[in-house]
């Protein structure tokens, strides 16, 4: 799905593995972006999102060529899911500013995984994946057992004060979800995604890959086509 999405966006998608990286195979210096993939990469687990962080911190190759990429200014880096998970846990590393501020995603509220479709918020931010979108309420799939932002009040003043937080949860008034279902991991400020304050990093919880195309949704309105 994500490879097909991004084809579609006009990118030319291409597969890398961690051992890719690790082997020295793959060193990223001809690619213009990075996306950690979500449906449960790194295995079916909990905490894989940081079992995969912990894999680029600790093997210098993979740890360099993410670093070099992040620091080049003509790149981006999106983390979906087990990806958001990832990219929330490393990125403080790779980002000195983002240490006081981002979020770790943990478990659910629920203490459950969560499949739904729940209903996005797009905000105003500098992310450069939801350009010209804020105020856009978009129905997208979640499927996740640790999907819960957490972070302390001032590190949530301080996404709220730049603008860093690029998604939310909200209801069907257009209200931020507080509450489960419409909120389904327990996150403060419906906060769904996250990104860096030049946008080029950014990680959504949610998957919107699995919705790019109709045939995905189990209804929707007929002059979608």
Do not use: K
């Amino acid at each position: 799905f994500r490879s097909a999405a991004f084809t579609r966006a006009g990118f030319e998608a291409v597969d890398v593995h961690m051992t890719d990286l690790i082997d020295g195979r793959v060193d990223l210096s001809d690619m213009r972006g990075a996306i950690a993939c979500g449906g449960f990469s790194f295995g079916d687990v909990l905490g894989a999102g940081r079992g995969w962080a912990a894999t680029f911190r600790y093997n210098a190759r993979a740890r360099d060529a993410i670093r070099r990429l992040v620091d080049r200014a003509d790149t981006f880096v999106l983390g979906v899911c087990n990806g958001c998970q990832m990219i929330a846990e490393l990125a403080p590393d790779l980002v000195p500013e983002l240490r006081a501020s981002w979020p770790r995603f943990v478990t659910n509220r629920s203490e459950r995984f969560e499949a739904r479709v729940t209903l996005l918020r797009i905000e105003p931010s500098p992310s450069l994946f939801f350009r010209g979108m804020a105020g856009s309420r978009l129905p997208i799939a979640t499927a996740h057992g640790e999907g819960r932002a957490s972070l302390a009040p001032e590190a949530l003043a301080a996404l709220e004060s730049q603008s860093l937080v690029s998604a939310r949860y909200v209801d069907g008034r257009n209200a931020v979800a507080t509450t489960y279902p419409a909120n389904p991991n327990g996150s403060p400020s419906g906060i769904a995604a996250v990104t860096s304050p030049d946008g080029r990093i950014t990680a959504i919880m949610p998957h919107p890959e699995r919705v790019f195309r109709t045939a995905q949704l189990s209804w929707h309105p007929a002059h979608w086509g």
